[in-house]
């Protein structure tokens, strides 16, 4: 068996976890992963026969039965993962009866997955009915972000539009939009159904007044589209305190939308 802590999947979630806390987006236990393995890959580094135990959830993942997961720990703060990753990560699999998770590896100090794993695994459900591709679901707390959602309105076209018209990434990063909810209260069933739902119209779904979540096919997707909208709600909200007098104009964004061929959310101009 080679060394899990080697593992590429490891070391870039570890990595990764340390950048965002360093970003200043997860204070304290802010903020969760998770990663869906490749079952062959998990099985150079595991005995996957070997359960360490049983951990009970309520809600129904049957359609993620016999898949591999890597998840934050509840209660974990994301900068000292990288100190001791065995005691803030573990590795689960989803038992066939869809309401147990196996542990493989991890959660050392009898600790268990985060709060969130409701809306992270309806979201990897509802993720790989459009996307055979998709592994990852990440949430945090970026700073600007937040603010914006205190400062702008929540109306995800209005949202989405000014994240377009503050630099020229955005739209091309994100031409299908983010989706927002209102505020409501996490950790929850509810909050998972309203998450998974939203994330299938785009891979990025903003909570008020508390944080984001952000897809992808691996790491660096789901961790680039976060930080993009991160970097343009950051510039509003520096140029709206001193007065807003230019931004790109609907007419742009098209012809910027033309020039890369991307398929952008058309509606969501005037
Ligand atoms: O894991 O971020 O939303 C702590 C949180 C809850
Ligand atoms: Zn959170």
Redesign the pocket.
């Known amino acids: 068996m080679k060394n899990i802590l080697d593992a590429k999947f490891m070391t870039e979630a570890i990595r990764t976890l340390s950048n965002m806390y360093r970003l200043g987006w ?1 204070e ?5 992963l998770s990663v869906l393995l490749d079952t062959a890959e998990v099985e150079e580094y595991l005995d996957t026969e070997n359960v360490i135990r049983e951990i009970p959830f309520s809600f129904d993942a049957t359609a993620l039965a016999g898949k591999i997961f890597l998840v ?1 720990g ?3 703060y994301f900068k000292n993962v990288e100190y001791d990753p065995a005691a803030n990560l573990g590795i689960i699999r989803i038992k066939e009866c869809g309401n147990i998770a196996e542990l493989l590896w991890g959660y050392t100090d009898g600790g268990r997955f ?3 794993l409701p ?1 992270h695994l309806m979201s990897h459900i509802a993720r790989l009915e459009c996307d055979e591709s998709h592994r990852v679901v990440l ?3 970026p700073t600007y972000t937040i603010a914006m959602t205190l400062a702008h309105s929540l109306d995800e076209r209005e949202f989405t539009r000014t994240l377009w018209q503050m630099q020229t990434e955005s739209i091309v990063v994100f031409p299908e939009g983010v989706a927002v909810l209102p505020w409501m209260v ?2 929850t069933n509810e909050i998972g159904v309203a998450t998974a739902e939203k994330l299938r119209g785009a891979r990025l779904c903003v ?1 008020g007044e ?2 984001i979540y952000g897809v992808g096919r691996d790491l660096d997707e789901a961790f680039g589209l976060i930080e993009t909208v991160e970097k343009a709600a950051q510039l509003y909200m520096i140029a709206a305190s001193v007065g807003i007098k230019n931004k790109i104009t609907d007419d742009e964004l098209r012809r910027l939308a033309a020039t890369f061929g991307l398929d952008y959310r058309r509606d969501y101009l005037g």
Do not use: I, L, P
């Not at 304290?28 to 969760?32: A, D, E, K, L, Q």
């Open positions: 997860d304290r236990n802010g903020g969760n934050t509840t209660g974990k985060t709060s969130e809306a949430h945090t707390h996490c950790g909570w508390h944080g």
